[in-house]
């Protein structure tokens, strides 16, 4: 099952806006993580954070943490239409015995126009 | 270096039929994952491999099985297909069972018909 619930579903705007995506989920956590996903292909690696993390920075994006509402926001500044993609957040638990099983959301599908 | 590889790119099948898919870590990786992305949806967890043992799972039937090689390669076998496993099947490779930071392959495309 899904952890959690990104929002917006659907992000359309023009080139050079930002875009920010939320994403929701219910249980403790050791690290989230996005990941961008171009055209239903493999999932590439945007940026980390941990628990105990609140803000991070990487190049054009902006990620931010609260975990006591269990969430997570991605901006993506000045953006461009090579960011068109969908994004997902991946929150991951340190279960017993170790592991590094990643739960993902549903996804927020961005469309930047020119 | 190559980055995490699978084969084949896409796949046709028939229900009831079993299919493989293959995955290939990236070079100095020995932690295989694979995950299930249905259309519309973020991928689901299905299995991890370490060391040729499967170490957790997700919820998913036993149709879904899986090896890992001593080169810590990975197959994922599923049995007795049905329509609802029409997805892309993502391979996604770790340093060690404790590394969060996964690197994913460009997955394979099943249709069952």
């Known amino acids: 099952s899904q952890q959690g619930e990104e929002d917006p579903q659907a992000l359309s705007i023009q080139e050079g806006e930002n875009a920010t995506m939320n994403c929701s989920y219910k249980?403790?956590?050791?690290?989230l993580q996005w990941y961008r996903q171009n055209s239903g292909r493999g999932l590439v690696h945007l940026i980390l954070?941990?628990?105990?993390?609140r803000e991070k920075h990487s190049g054009r994006l902006r990620v931010t943490l609260d975990t006591s509402k269990k969430s997570s926001s991605l901006l993506i500044t000045a953006s461009r239409a090579a960011d068109t993609a969908s994004y997902f957040c991946a929150t991951a638990r340190q279960p017993t015995g170790g592991g590094n099983k990643l739960t993902f959301g549903t996804g927020t599908q961005l469309k930047v126009e020119l | 270096d190559a980055g995490v590889t699978q084969s084949p790119t896409h796949l046709i099948k028939t229900r009831g039929q079993q299919v493989t898919l293959r995955c290939s870590p990236k070079?100095?990786?020995?932690?295989v994952s694979w995950y299930q992305q249905a259309l519309g949806q973020g991928p689901q967890f299905i299995f991890q491999?370490?060391?040729?043992?499967?170490?957790q799972r997700g919820n998913f039937p036993d149709r879904f099985s899986g090896h890992q090689f001593p080169n810590y390669s990975s197959e994922l076998n599923v049995n007795a297909l049905l329509l609802g496993d029409s997805a892309l099947y993502l391979c996604a490779s770790s340093r060690g069972r404790g590394s969060y930071e996964q690197y994913f392959g460009p997955g394979t495309r099943l249709t069952v018909t």
């Open positions: 954070i941990r628990s105990n993390e």
């Open positions: 070079s100095g990786h020995d932690t």
């Open positions: 491999y370490y060391e040729e043992e499967e170490r």
């Open positions: 249980t403790s956590i050791n690290n």
